[in-house]
Nanobody, 122 residues
């Protein structure tokens, strides 16, 4: 089992940057595919990005491609989401997620964090 705790959310102006972190418990962190999702008010939760345990495969939603970067440090049991050129439409609660299966990590991960709020003002 994996427990996930996000941090790094906050209020930022449009065009600014934030870096989210997700600390994972457990000794098998490196075997999990990690992902970020977000949920805006009144909308369904949506996929943002995933990264493989080997760091070789990273996938992004079209809406964040070129602006967001997912990374991980297996030695620190931590996954990051660097968000640049933020837009008001990026405002959402951002969730960290994990799964041993790459497809499930992007569609319906088994493990979720509690979420961290990101608000982008115009």
């Amino acid at each position: 089992q994996v427990q996930l705790v996000e941090s790094g959310g906050g209020l930022v102006q449009a065009g600014g940057s934030l870096r989210l972190s997700c600390a994972a418990s457990g000794r098998t962190f490196s075997s999990y595919y990690m992902g970020w999702f977000r949920q805006a008010p009144g909308k369904e939760r949506e996929f943002v990005a995933t990264i493989s345990w080997s760091l070789l495969r990273r996938y992004y939603a079209d809406s964040v491609k070129g602006r967001f970067t997912i990374s991980r440090d297996n030695a620190k049991n931590t996954v990051y989401l660097q968000m640049n050129s933020l837009k008001p439409e990026d405002t959402a609660v951002y969730y960290c997620a994990a799964d041993r299966n790459e497809l499930r990590a992007a569609q319906g991960p088994a493990y979720w964090g509690q979420g961290t709020q990101v608000t982008v003002s115009s």
